[in-house]
Every structure is written in C-alpha cells, then in structure tokens.
C-alpha cells in the first residue's frame, strides 16, 4: 500500500460530459502528480501541484484542469470528454518538489468513455 | 525529442531462466533513470534510481545498470511472483524543476511460469 488513495476506482461515461478524479497523498506529502496512461502512449505526466500551487504542466488538454485544496487532496477535472480519453489515470505524491525523488502512486481511477 | 524506448514489448521465462531488459533513451541530458514495477490493476511501484554511466543497483533477484545511451534490468533466477510489467522513466536536464517531469517508456511486460 502506497498510502495515496484515488476515488473513484471506475468510472463509465458518455462524451461530452464532465468528471471528476479525487487524489489523497501520503500523509506529510506536499506534491501531487497526475499521469495519464494509455495503451498506445504509455504513461505520461499531466501537472504538478505543489502546497496547493500548481507547479509544472506537462502533456495536459485544455480540456483538464486540476486543483489541490489545503488540505492537500487534488482533483483533476476532466470535461467535454472525448472517446480518445478513456484511460487510466494516476495520482502520485512525493515530500519533495523538485531534484529527483520516488514517487508513490495510487490504483488508478479507470475512465471508460462510450 | 526525448524519447524512451523499452524491449522487449513482453518476456515470457521459466521460473529461475535469468534474462535483462532494455531501456534504451534519448534525453538532452541525464539526471535520472527510474525502474518501476507495475503490477495489473495497481499503480507503478518505485524500484531504482540509477544517476550516471557505470552505475548499478541491486534488490533482491534485480539489478539495474546504467550506461549512456541505456539501461538494463537484469532479473536472476526469477520467480513467478516477479510476474509484472517493468516500466523506465527518465528525467532530463531541462526537466522544469518537477520531480514528477518524467519520460517514461511504454514498459516490458515479464511473465515468469512455475
């Protein structure tokens, strides 16, 4: 157990429509990621947020957003979804910002988009 | 373009049939090669961090080495509990100051029989 917990576990949708991933870190952790991942991309880094400030973006639709409230749990947000948005989708957090460090990652939310 | 590479797609091994995996990357510099473990239906699980050429690491029946242009995850008589997919990742140089700014590969997914 990593200790980061993502809610929901599963999550069936139609296009067009809005949802919502949930993310707790660790305990004491201040940075939380999002990955996408995909059968033909890989894993692939969304942004960053940092003490509740978003800190790096990486390969994130415009169509996504993410927010981490103060008591540090982050929410990504996902709206007009598209079929080609199905995918699983991870949280992780680390103690540091920046410089290299393990990350510990969540179970994944799996997003179904019909 | 950085880019990560990883071979094969899929290993299949006898339990105790020593084999390596690949980690080919191209990255406008190195300042990390990350080793997870990726087990099905669970989020990737932190194994090594490897900093310059000629470095190695070891844990239990693992061990990563690094060289300039890849890396090698050597698996010595492995068990099927080792059963899982191996994923690469790197951070460049120009990494934007985010530990979670990472190039990952698409993964080698290891079976291992009794």
């Known amino acids: 157990d990593s200790g980061v917990t993502q809610t929901p576990k599963h999550l069936i949708t139609a296009t067009g429509q809005r949802v919502t991933l949930r993310c707790s870190p660790r305990s004491g952790d201040l940075s939380v990621y999002w990955y996408q991942q995909s059968l033909d991309q890989g894993l692939q880094f969304l942004i960053h947020?940092?003490?509740?400030?978003?800190?790096a973006k990486g390969n994130i639709l415009e169509r996504f957003s993410a927010q981490q409230f103060p008591d540090l749990h982050s929410e990504l947000n996902l709206s007009s979804l598209e079929l080609g948005d199905s995918a699983l989708y991870f949280c992780?957090?680390?103690?540091?910002?920046?410089?290299?460090?393990?990350?510990?990652f969540g179970e994944g939310s799996r997003l179904t988009v019909l | 373009e950085d880019q990560v590479t990883q071979s094969p797609e899929a290993l299949r091994l006898q339990e105790g049939e020593s084999s390596s995996l690949n980690c080919s990357y191209t990255?406008?510099?190195?300042?990390?090669l990350f080793w997870y473990r990726q087990d099905p239906g669970k989020g990737p699980e932190f194994l090594f961090t490897l900093y310059s050429a000629g470095e190695e690491k070891e844990k239990e029946r693992l061990k990563a080495t690094l060289t300039k242009k890849e890396s090698f995850l050597h698996i010595t008589a492995p068990k099927p509990e080792d059963s899982a997919t191996y994923l690469c990742?790197?951070?460049?140089?120009?990494?934007?100051?985010?530990?979670?700014?990472?190039?990952f590969g698409k993964g080698t997914k290891l079976s291992v029989k009794p």
């Open positions: 947020y940092y003490n509740g400030e978003e800190r």
């Open positions: 990255v406008s510099g190195l300042r990390g």
């Open positions: 992780a957090s680390s103690a540091g910002t920046s410089g290299v460090g393990e990350l510990f």
């Open positions: 990742a790197v951070q460049a140089l120009n990494y934007g100051g985010s530990q979670g700014n990472l190039i």
